[in-house]
């Protein structure tokens, strides 16, 4: 299984700006509660990673419960929104509005350079190695434009499928060659309709109600040995073990799936892939957990951390996030799985 260690210099706010991402938490936290906060329709669920029942309470965020997988220490919403319900937010939220007016808009640059392009090398670099000729691509719930640009760009896949977007993308396609709009969720497309050399899903499994139903049916539309590539949070990582319910990367619905790595990789054993790369590529831990210490002067933090971030340099510091990236320790992952 590959990892991989990466060195790009880039701060927080070239990814989040803070006082739009503050303002995004806050609509967030409104929309929350007026579309999501029904006791009638929430759902107890079991450990999306590795379906296990047992669990201990984590603590409340925007009135939903985060609960903690006593096996692979998963960290998850339960009860939570049922699926129609998720659904609907992302399509009548405000905050969704606001996150691409706003809080994109501000970073673009950023994220083409330091996001979208790397993303789409890394898709290209990994699918030249298992196909001469790749023919077919999906992005499944597509949010960002600029993305599918950068892997057109590359001119490795003849047909573009762009499959059930987040975002309305019909009129950025206009004349855009092989590309193919499919506006229909992806556990109601049959094998017969795609068969994929390789799918991308990025920062999807956060947020689906059911990762094991969506990672068998991207399975399906896969051909054989077919690449999976998806990024997601993983509550192994340094910043969030630390911060807990303190983090502002943890809220719901953008991530009610916090997913350990160990729950990732039993997740997709049991899913029938074959993990050929989990890495923890992360840059920020570091910057996320000094940016809450300087901001919260209650928020408690064990003392040898404490000590390291006021007292050692940039060098130091980064020193220990490419530790942090070595030993899967680090809260963003990438993964790469090929279909058995």
């Keep these: 299984?590959?990892?991989?260690?990466?060195?790009?210099?880039?701060?927080?706010?070239?990814?989040?700006?803070?006082?739009?991402?503050?303002?995004?938490?806050?609509?967030?936290?409104?929309?929350?509660?007026?579309?999501?906060?029904?006791?009638?329709?929430?759902?107890?669920?079991?450990?999306?990673?590795?379906?296990?029942?047992?669990?201990?309470?984590?603590?409340n965020k925007?009135?939903?419960?985060?609960?903690?997988?006593?096996?692979?220490?998963?960290?998850?919403?339960?009860?939570?929104?049922?699926?129609?319900?998720?659904?609907?937010?992302?399509?009548?939220?405000?905050?969704?509005?606001?996150?691409?007016?706003?809080?994109?808009?501000?970073?673009?640059?950023?994220?083409?350079?330091?996001?979208?392009?790397?993303?789409?090398?890394?898709?290209?670099?990994?699918?030249?190695?298992?196909?001469?000729?790749?023919?077919?691509?999906?992005?499944?719930?597509?949010?960002?434009?600029?993305?599918?640009?950068?892997?057109?760009?590359?001119?490795?896949?003849?047909?573009?499928?762009?499959?059930?977007?987040?975002?309305?993308?019909?009129?950025?396609l206009n004349g855009k060659k092989g590309f193919k709009l499919v506006n229909k969720p992806i556990m109601k497309i049959h094998s017969t309709e795609v068969n994929a050399n390789a799918v991308t899903a990025f920062a999807a499994i956060d947020r689906i109600f059911n990762p094991e139903k969506f990672l068998r049916r991207v399975k399906?539309?896969?051909?054989?040995?077919?690449?999976?590539?998806?990024?997601?949070?993983?509550?192994?990582?340094?910043?969030?073990?630390?911060?807990w319910e303190n983090s502002k990367t943890i809220f719901p619905p953008d991530h009610i799936n916090l997913l350990s790595i160990e729950g990732i990789v039993k997740l997709l054993e049991r899913c029938g892939f074959e993990i050929i790369e989990l890495s923890t590529p992360g840059q920020l831990d570091i910057e996320l957990v000094k940016n809450a210490m300087q901001n919260n002067d209650e928020l408690k933090l064990p003392r040898f951390i404490s000590y390291f971030l006021k007292n050692r340099d940039k060098n130091a510091h980064r020193f220990f996030q490419e530790f942090l990236q070595q030993f899967k320790l680090s809260s963003h992952v990438r993964v790469a799985a090929r279909k058995k």
Aim: glycine letters at 4%; aromatic letters at 12%; one cysteine or more.
């Design 220 to 243: 399906l539309i896969l051909i054989d040995g077919g690449l999976l590539f998806f990024t997601t949070t993983t509550i192994s990582g340094f910043d969030l073990q630390l911060l």
């Design 62 to 172: 925007f009135g939903l419960e985060y609960v903690e997988c006593m096996d692979c220490k998963t960290l998850y919403v339960s009860p939570r929104p049922t699926k129609e319900n998720i659904n609907n937010y992302f399509v009548e939220s405000a905050a969704i509005g606001f996150w691409h007016s706003h809080v994109v808009k501000e970073t673009l640059k950023g994220r083409i350079g330091h996001l979208f392009r790397p993303r789409a090398i890394w898709v290209a670099n990994l699918t030249e190695q298992y196909f001469e000729k790749p023919v077919v691509f999906v992005d499944v719930n597509s949010m960002y434009i600029e993305f599918l640009e950068e892997i057109d760009r590359l001119n490795l896949f003849q047909n573009k499928i762009i499959l059930d977007p987040m975002i309305d993308i019909e009129k950025s």
């Design 1 to 59: 299984m590959r990892r991989v260690v990466v060195s790009d210099d880039y701060r927080e706010l070239e990814i989040w700006p803070s006082e739009s991402f503050d303002r995004y938490l806050k609509i967030t936290e409104k929309e929350v509660k007026r579309l999501l906060i029904d006791k009638d329709n929430l759902v107890d669920v079991l450990c999306p990673a590795c379906d296990s029942d047992r669990k201990r309470k984590g603590f």
